[in-house]
């Protein structure tokens, strides 16, 4: 079975940052692409990130373009994300996804993706 347990979250002050990880296992890690995908409460989830199995290309949402870096160690199936310059509309809970392949097609789009629900990580963003 397909296990993506992200950590990292915190509670955080506006302008800081935090770095998100993810241990993968259950698949291939270095044949997909992966994502990360967060959710608000009251919200539906939303697409953040994404990068191709390789970490050659990655993709961004306008709204964390230039804050967040998404990386990759395939020795380690692990996935991350670092976050800068967190804004209070950052705060959700944060999930990594498996794509269903190897390139960036298909990694944005929400329904496409294989998410744990339930191993995800909290990011507060709060003075």
């Known amino acids: 079975d397909v296990q993506l347990q992200a950590s990292g979250g915190g509670l955080v002050q506006p302008g800081g940052s935090l770095r998100l990880s993810c241990a993968a296992s259950?698949?291939?890690?270095?044949?997909?692409?992966m994502s990360w995908v967060r959710q608000a409460p009251g919200k539906e989830p939303e697409w953040v990130s994404a990068?191709?199995?390789?970490?050659?290309?990655?993709s961004y949402r306008a709204a964390v373009e230039g804050r967040f870096t998404i990386s990759r160690d395939n020795a380690k199936n692990t996935l991350y994300l670092q976050m800068n310059s967190l804004k209070a509309d950052d705060s959700a809970m944060y999930y990594c996804a498996k794509a269903p392949g190897g390139g960036l097609a298909g990694s944005t789009l929400i329904n496409l993706l294989e998410i744990s629900w339930g191993q995800g990580t909290q990011v507060t963003v709060s003075s």
């Open positions: 990068i191709n199995s390789g970490g050659s290309d990655t």
């Open positions: 259950g698949f291939t890690f270095s044949k997909f692409a």
